[in-house]
């Protein structure tokens, strides 16, 4: 026990960290070295143990190995013989008992602060679920666990990084998430070598798949566990980070990130028609604004009929400066209703769209058509479920005005091609991104475009590689 201590010491430092409990006490008649870290124990629940362990009568032949082992039989006591993997156990809330013969035990009675599962704001659905993931790995488990009731439905778990040893879960249905999938992302992920993922989820996509400075989202990100649950029984991989309120869903393409559990919620009909109008929205939130800059520069491309979509009057600053000022300065709003407190919000709203909307036109920095098509475009762009997605549209929209207005018509059309050139690169996890429109998979891609009913006989996605492509 005195040699616990001075490792201990040697770790913690003397008196260093408050947090650290460090306490002499006793089981039965046995003297035990307690040691736990505050704020990750349930401090009740271990008081009342050590309380009634003192009221039993033990046999006179107990040894303080059989107490230990007989007494805490409910709490998932392990014995270690290694410094190492009791110290994470320790930092990970494990409470610490260390006998006089140098024998190492942790329970577990862990309570981590946080809070309770709630919906997330930015998935919202009319009807549905109202629970979401937490920041909590132990809850997030069991909330799929619970709408997945398998024995084949594994947690494999993982500790990543050298200090920060952040708890990893590898979620997926045995039989039917694809092992070589499943093998790559394991020996990814013990590729790692980084000191700590705070930044959690969004980390490890950047170290898994290889990221890079590609601006569309690898891995798709949920924070409801009923999309996570649906997606492990298509074959897919859930990875739950500890601290992450969401979970990585891999593999997936392009059109995962825009679906969304309000379809399914709805009559086929109606999720069919609302998938269309957000497949129309994305487009028309990539293209809008670039083909109304070529027709406002070159009128001759309109016909007589359409002449109302022209600008009648250009005003003093050229008209590309203006469309990219009113979308930086939409930006701008984005990030300060993030940032402005909720009380405030609501105000700042209001002097944004009556006083500097109305006052930037009057005084000629804007015309009137520029707040216009950039306020339409900015709605269909936030029509988009995947932030991650929409940041990046915004970005290629930007890029095909920007060669519209130095190359015209060619730039326009050739940026199309050198856009949807890079989208058919991108394979993360071996998959491509446009699957199933290119490669051209029909029935696949009739499934993309209209919600069939649940009752009809849908086999799991090509791209999953499932061993049993067959649902029942």
Not at 339 to 359: E, R, W, Y
């Amino acid at each position: 026990m005195s040699e616990a201590e001075e490792f201990l010491k040697e770790k913690f430092g003397v008196n260093e960290s408050y947090d650290v409990g460090n306490l002499h006490t006793h089981l039965f008649d046995f003297p035990v070295l307690l040691i736990y870290i505050n704020g990750l124990v349930d401090g009740a629940v271990l008081t009342e143990l050590l309380a009634n362990v003192q009221e039993n009568k033990w046999e006179t032949d107990l040894n303080e190995n059989r107490v230990m082992e007989h007494y805490f039989p409910y709490h998932s006591i392990t014995q270690y013989d290694s410094k190492e993997k009791w110290l994470v156990a320790l930092l990970s809330g494990q409470v610490t008992f260390i006998l006089k013969n140098g024998s190492v035990y942790t329970i577990d009675v862990r309570t981590y602060p946080g809070r309770q599962p709630e919906e997330p704001d930015n998935e919202k659905v009319v009807r549905g679920s109202r629970d979401g993931f937490t920041e909590n790995i132990v809850q997030n488990t069991a909330l799929i666990r619970r709408r997945i009731r398998d024995t084949d439905l594994r947690f494999e778990l993982h500790q990543v990084s050298t200090i920060g040893q952040t708890d990893i879960a590898i979620s997926f249905i045995k039989g039917i998430a694809n092992e070589d999938n499943l093998a790559q992302i394991r020996d990814r992920m013990n590729q790692i070598q980084h000191d700590g993922f705070t930044m959690t989820d969004k980390a490890l996509e950047e170290w898994i798949f290889k990221q890079g400075f590609h601006p569309l989202p690898f891995v798709r990100f949920t924070e409801r566990p009923d999309i996570a649950a649906a997606h492990l029984l298509e074959g897919h991989i859930v990875i739950i980070v500890d601290t992450s309120p969401s979970v990585i869903i891999v593999p997936t393409t392009l059109f995962h990130h825009l679906q969304h559990a309000e379809e399914y919620r709805q009559a086929p009909i109606i999720g069919t028609i609302v998938r269309w109008i957000r497949f129309s929205g994305v487009l028309l939130s990539l293209f809008l604004l670039p083909f109304w800059y070529l027709l406002a520069k070159h009128s001759e491309y309109l016909p007589k009929s359409l002449d109302f979509l022209g600008p009648k009057d250009v005003g003093e600053i050229p008209l590309l400066v203006q469309i990219l000022f009113a979308d930086v300065g939409i930006e701008f709003l984005r990030l300060a209703a993030i940032h402005t407190p909720t009380p405030l919000s609501t105000a700042m709203g209001i002097i944004a769209a009556l006083v500097i909307g109305q006052m930037a036109v009057d005084v000629g920095l804007f015309i009137p058509e520029v707040i216009l098509y950039t306020a339409i475009t900015a709605i269909f762009t936030f029509a988009i479920p995947s932030y991650e997605l929409s940041i990046s549209t915004k970005i290629f929209r930007t890029l095909l005005l920007l060669s519209t207005a130095l190359f015209g018509v060619n730039g326009f059309f050739v940026a199309n091609v050198c856009l949807l050139w890079y989208v058919c690169s991108v394979r993360p996890l071996n998959v491509p991104y446009l699957w199933p429109a290119l490669p051209f998979f029909p029935k696949a891609f009739l499934r993309i475009l209209i919600r069939f009913p649940m009752p009809t006989n849908a086999k799991r996605p090509y791209i999953t590689r499932a061993p049993v492509r067959k649902r029942s």
